[in-house]
């Protein structure tokens, strides 16, 4: 069924805060049915928009709903923090908590991944001696196995030789 833009927007309006009203409420209330507000909420959450699904405590809210809280507040000052707070139903101390929690996240896999790429050059060089290594020794074998047949052929042609001539 085609719903008209207006009634979507509006209904769309009603998810965001500070009415933040749940899927199952809302068809209730319109009669729509869940699976369509569904996408409606999926496709406010694609425009990068926070949809707090249900009515849930912020603690219980996922990762990626915490990050959007961080990326649309990154810019504002401390009133504008507090005032989208107090629509959203949050503490500005958790946002500021949930903002050093994601610098220290990616701070923390950033040494990590500097320290795994160390290891792995540490481990090349090992490698690239190790075959250097090799290397000299199959040379030094093949070496050593060429003397051995040429000293069999000589005894075979002058016969055995004296322990002296050696």
């Not at 915490?66 to 958790?94: M, N, P, W």
């Amino acid at each position: 069924m085609a719903y008209s833009k207006e009634l979507k927007e509006a209904t769309q309006a009603k998810m965001l805060p500070p009415n933040n009203q749940s899927v199952s409420k809302l068809n209730q209330e319109t009669g729509i049915p869940e699976g369509t507000l569904k996408k409606w909420r999926s496709q406010i959450k694609r425009k990068g928009l926070t949809v707090v699904t249900g009515s849930r405590p912020s603690e219980q809210w996922s990762t990626r709903e915490k990050f959007h809280v961080v990326l649309e507040t990154a810019t504002h000052s401390e009133i504008e923090l507090g005032e989208y707070c107090r629509k959203k139903g949050l503490y500005a101390d958790q946002v500021k908590t949930w903002r050093d929690n994601c610098m220290q996240a990616n701070g923390g896999v950033a040494q990590e991944l500097a320290g795994a790429v160390r290891q792995g050059k540490e481990k090349d060089k090992v490698v690239a001696q190790l075959r250097k290594e090799l290397q000299r020794k199959d040379a030094a074998l093949a070496e050593t196995a060429a003397l051995l047949v040429l000293r069999k052929k000589l005894q075979a042609i002058w016969g055995s030789p004296d322990d002296e001539d050696i």
